[in-house]
């Protein structure tokens, strides 16, 4: 079961070029109103899967991370909110925020179907895997092809959050072993 | 002569020993350590034994001081505070254990 999400998102997102060496080609094809909507996307679907872990398991280590994706990722995003409403930016969908809901929706539902430790580690493996994907589009092709200066340091600052999250998630899979 | 030399020498050393014990201590400090765009800043410090570490959160996501070795484990609410009286000797490294990218180290000697 490793890694369910990750080949879905992975392709996504090289799919619309978030590969480091393709990131100056496709940098200008992304604007900040575009760039906002899938990082608040990535966000939302985040805490989707979260709301479907606090449901499903029992045990403490996941629902500690589970709680904490729900809380830094709302965090993040009223933060997103609210800058987007003082810059008078309208977040756009996109093809990239369309496939990432989609592939993270199809996912979800494998998901739904494990049980017990088989979705811990399933769940947990997909975070570590999620976050990576994400946190490399961040720091290669998203942030740098990021106009407004205040998007791109709540970005910066994201991209760290997102880290921690990462290596969290990292600690919750080697525990489960 | 001799008596009253050694009763100088004893008088001599009562007072150094009465000295030493009488001065006091180093008054107890406060070091400040800030959250900020997800990093202890400082990231390192040195302390001494009886002083206050105080963590003030400026960040807009929740964080924790966790010791390494499990002797405190301290909460910093978004734009809240946390403190912790150090109580012995020694390197003491800490992460947020909500994002644990972020680490520090209290040298208390």
């Known amino acids: 079961m490793r890694n369910v999400v990750l080949p879905a998102i992975a392709v996504t997102l090289l799919s619309f070029g978030f590969t480091a060496s393709s990131a100056h080609a496709d940098a200008a094809k992304l604007t900040d109103p575009q760039i906002a909507h899938i990082a608040y996307t990535a966000g939302v679907l985040d805490?989707?899967?979260?709301?479907?872990?606090?449901?499903?398991?029992?045990?403490?280590?996941?629902?500690?991370?589970?709680?904490?994706?729900?809380?830094?990722?709302?965090s993040v995003n009223d933060q997103a909110l609210a800058l987007l409403k003082k810059l008078n930016v309208t977040p756009e969908d996109n093809d990239t925020s369309k496939s990432l809901t989609k592939g993270a929706d199809q996912e979800r539902a494998k998901l739904a179907k494990l049980k017990g430790a088989a979705f811990d580690k399933a769940y947990a493996e997909n975070e570590v895997a999620y976050h990576k994907t994400v946190d490399g589009a961040l720091e290669n092709t998203l942030i740098p092809s990021t106009s407004n200066a205040e998007l791109k340091d709540l970005l910066s600052t994201g991209l760290k959050i997102f880290q921690g999250h990462e290596k969290h998630a990292e600690e919750v899979v080697a525990n489960l072993k | 002569m001799h008596k009253p030399f050694l009763k100088l020498i004893v008088l001599g050393m009562s007072v150094i020993i009465l000295a030493a014990a009488a001065k006091p201590a180093a008054a107890a400090e406060t070091i400040r350590i800030e959250t900020k765009s997800i990093a202890f800043t400082p990231a390192k410090v040195s302390a001494h034994v009886g002083d206050t570490v105080e963590w003030t959160n400026d960040d807009f996501v929740a964080h924790t001081a966790t010791a390494s070795n499990g002797d405190w484990n301290i909460a910093l609410p978004v734009h809240g505070k946390g403190s912790t009286v150090l109580k012995k000797a020694g390197k003491i490294t800490y992460i947020c254990k909500f994002h644990p990218n972020m680490t520090g180290e209290i040298d208390v000697r």
């Open chain 1, 47 to 74: 805490i989707k899967a979260a709301k479907l872990a606090l449901k499903k398991t029992k045990n403490p280590d996941v629902k500690t991370f589970a709680q904490d994706m729900v809380r830094d990722h709302t």
